[in-house]
């Protein structure tokens, strides 16, 4: 048996997630993997919690179900966060699950950097250190040819929709001609629901009540959160040096009801899409994030209010097109717990 | 760079697929992996062709597109095959794609087996060998927690679409409750067809003339190369050692255009399924194979003619659905570039 001794930074929908299912699969990691997962630390933004022990996960998850404060936990520590954090739990490995800042990319970014500066793996469900340190934190990922890897992302870009896998490892050998993508729970659930008659902020309330949407939706329906994972995706798997100011990105802010319904009586359903395009097969990419309106065969217009979902064009594999349904943000931490597993290993 | 010394059994569509897509990506897989793939041997049913420096690709393609016979070529070996063209040729990896057969299991079973005893790597798209032998051979290959595995087969369920990489990889760390797939396109091809108003013999004969369909049709159809597929997951994906006996298996000959049209009528879809279900969550796997009627909204009964796909329902992951179109069998060859990579690297 392999013990990792793990720090949990972040405690919101994806944090907590990545408690309850530390607790639901600690059998299954024990008998399939031999490993047995120890949260050493754990933090929110009143400060953090550390035991070497191992921190009471199911005590732990109950406090912050009721929206209390890690601070006021058996050994919490007000105010400890970021590079201070790192220092004191002295885990193996950190689990950075804070809320994206795509300004100034803290508290994670700080977080990761003293991760890596103190040689713990790091597991990112957090884009924002992607969006602003793409490529120093790619050196020392799996998208480097370094022997062992530190650091992986794979929630970053769909949750559980293994979209970074499928075209870095499994179209590995093709040339990929196209992507499209939606990858926004909080877009799709939105446009979806006002195709079934209800009203913008109405469909936005009842993805926020679900834990899809953040409390501030601005990056979602806005396109960021979309634009941010076509930048991971354009370096990681396109092989372009892409920054945000890259792309064209449009939201859904201004998609009626009527829109929808005119789509629809067309054959089409509009849906927010991500896009890299080549106009020809030497030239540059073409990102963008925005509402299309797409024929209801389309793949990713048949998709249902809780999908996400990726198509990749190639020269020499078809067409890969994969989907993911996810009802709430645990399998965005069941991506991180399979991170995890192979940073593991 | 690193030079790879190839062994290519099998000159079918599939290892012709091989040999078009190590022309055509050459340059990609020099730039992207330091590789070069010299092709030292290659093997038909009429016997081999060996040159230590790399056969001429081209040639030998122009060869088997005019239905020539490998023994003809400019160092061809009249009846060499299994051992002997692993012993003669001396490669680092040897590249299966041989004819399935499920009763012996030859001539790749032994060709594989001679390939692992001379320390050489394999990669299979014949599912032969691992319907027959299936542990001998997984104890090499990345199923196994050897540090260096030797074998694998990811071109063996379902070509291009990485049935076996979303189970292992992408969920790892989940229970997996359900499975459903479609990984036959002679089966798929035929009943889309079908419901265009052709007659089941005229679609298979389009299927055969684009290379999907064998001349020898009676696996796909008839079911029983999607049971193997599903015995291939079975075994390296749920875990549960699984032989042929273990599956119920019907084939698509008795469905007519009658009962496709009465499934349209009650917004239905029948689809050749492969199944894997669970009664209760400890109990033992059902698995099945056969023609079912699905739910038009249905992931699997959206797929259109070229289309193959499985769906993977889990506890924590959510839902993953995954399709890939294929319109001849060079993503399957693209699979095992992609399984010729991984085990070079």
Same mark, same amino acid.
């Given at each position: /048996?392999? $013990? &990792?001794?793990?720090? =949990?930074?972040?405690?919101?929908?994806?944090?907590?997630?990545? =408690?309850?299912?530390?607790?639901?699969?600690r059998d299954l990691l024990a008998a399939r993997y031999g490993l047995e997962v120890l949260v050493v630390g754990a933090s929110d933004s009143s400060g953090a919690a550390l035991d070497p022990?191992?921190?009471?996960?199911?005590?732990? %998850?109950?406090l912050k179900s009721e929206r209390g404060k890690v601070a006021e936990f058996p050994g919490g520590l007000p105010g400890l966060g970021g590079r201070h954090l790192i220092e004191r739990a002295r885990g193996d490995l950190l689990l950075e699950a804070t809320p994206v800042n795509l300004q100034h990319g803290q508290p994670g970014l700080d977080t990761v950097r003293a991760a890596l500066d103190h040689g713990m793996g790091c597991v990112l469900a957090n884009k924002g250190p992607l969006a602003l340190a793409?490529?120093?934190?790619? !050196?020392?990922?799996?998208?480097? *040819?370094?022997d062992r890897p530190r650091l992986r992302f794979s929630?970053?870009?769909?949750?559980a929709l293994p979209t970074i896998n499928l075209g870095r490892r499994d179209l590995a050998g093709a040339r990929i001609l196209g @992507?499209?993508? /939606?990858?926004?729970? $909080?877009?799709?659930? &939105?446009l979806r629901a006002m195709e079934q008659g209800q009203g913008f902020a109405e469909a936005l309330a009842e993805m926020q009540r679900r834990g899809i949407a953040e409390t501030d939706p601005t990056l979602d329906v806005d396109g960021w959160d979309q634009a @941010?994972?076509?930048?991971?995706? !354009?370096? !990681?798997?396109l092989g372009r040096p892409t920054v945000l100011g890259d792309l064209r990105v449009r939201g859904i802010r201004e998609i009626t009801r009527d829109d929808l319904a005119a789509a629809a009586a067309r054959g089409e359903r509009i849906v927010h899409l991500g896009r890299a395009e080549r106009p020809a097969p030497t030239a540059d990419w073409v990102l963008d994030v925005g509402p299309v309106s797409l024929p209801a065969a389309h793949p990713l217009a048949r998709m249902g209010a809780l999908e996400m979902g990726v198509i990749y064009? $190639? *020269? &020499?594999?078809? $067409? %890969?097109h994969?989907?993911?349904?996810e009802g709430d943000a645990v399998p965005t931490a069941a991506a991180m717990l399979r991170d995890l597993i192979e940073i593991s290993r």
């Open positions: /048996m392999t $013990t &990792i001794r793990v720090v =949990l930074a972040g405690l919101g929908n994806v944090g907590r997630g990545v =408690l309850s299912i530390l607790i639901s699969q022990a191992g921190l009471d996960l199911g005590r732990l %998850l109950a793409y490529g120093e934190l790619a !050196a020392v990922s799996d998208l480097s *040819d370094v929630a970053c870009v769909g949750g @992507v499209e993508a /939606m990858l926004n729970g $909080t877009s799709q659930g &939105i @941010v994972k076509l930048v991971i995706l !354009a370096n !990681a798997v064009r $190639t *020269d &020499i594999s078809g $067409t %890969l994969a989907t993911s349904e």
